[in-house]
């Protein structure tokens, strides 16, 4: 699933007529990025969830044909609902096996291949070095296992797998899965790995420029 439904507040006034994920980096629209490695990985369903502009970005996107996957859509009116209650709203159409989330509003080089092998019980984090702009980071690493606290934090990049058990007992609405993931943390269920490869995210126009720039070197 490839989260493609916020806002983009801070990219505007870019974002006023423009889906974030419709946003050119390497001179074609990020998700294009996101679904031609999925593609390449061997993924051949991928939901993506929209709400701001989401018809723009339907008919930019289409089917999935260009790629050789399947999308299917998953609209969220009147308003986005984030990232738990975004993929709780699909649960349905992603199945009852662990499923790759992604965020559409990140870039990076890491070979999302190495997920279809991952053993998911519960949920399983991608982390990264932590970039200027969090250098509190968000999670731990122990070995192979995530921790809410530990001396040294990592960033969360946006890149998961998750069982649909984690949703167990949610309801429709506008939620995150952060509190989900910290109650699974706590209980010992969430396994991560760290990432050294490229990636960023275009959550501002500064970091925007950042990322275009490690999409071109990465090119």
């Excluded at 806002?7 to 074609?28: M, W």
């Excluded at 859509?73 to 709780?88: K, N």
């Excluded at 070095?129 to 690493?141: E, I, R, S």
């Excluded at 706590?186 to 995210?201: C, I, K, P, Q, S």
Aim: hydrophobic share 40%; glycine share 12%; charged share 15%.
């Amino acid at each position: 699933m490839i989260l493609a439904a916020g806002r983009g507040e801070r990219l505007r006034p870019l974002t006023d007529h423009l889906p974030k994920p419709l946003v050119d980096v390497g001179g074609r629209p990020l998700i294009e990025h996101h679904l031609e490695c999925l593609a390449a990985a061997g993924f051949g369903d991928v939901v993506i969830n929209h709400s701001h502009l989401g018809n723009l970005l339907q008919e930019t996107i289409g089917s999935g044909e260009r790629w050789g996957i399947t999308i299917h859509w998953s609209e969220e009116q009147p308003q986005a609902l984030e990232t738990g209650g975004g993929i709780f709203q699909a649960l349905p159409t992603l199945g009852a096996a662990p499923f790759l989330v992604i965020n559409g509003d990140i870039w990076t080089d890491y070979p999302l291949s190495r997920l279809r092998s991952i053993k998911c019980d519960w949920a399983h984090l991608v982390l990264v070095p932590n970039p200027q702009h969090n250098t509190g980071g968000d999670f731990a690493l122990q070995g192979a296992r995530v921790r809410n606290t530990g001396e040294l934090q990592h960033t969360f990049s946006g890149i998961s797998v998750y069982h649909p058990r984690l949703f167990t007992g949610c309801v429709s609405g506008k939620f995150s899965v952060v509190p989900l993931l910290r109650s699974a943390i706590n209980e010992h269920l969430v396994t991560g790995e760290l990432f050294h490869g490229a990636w960023g995210d275009i959550g501002t126009l500064q970091r925007l420029e950042s990322v275009r720039k490690i999409s071109s070197g990465a090119d």
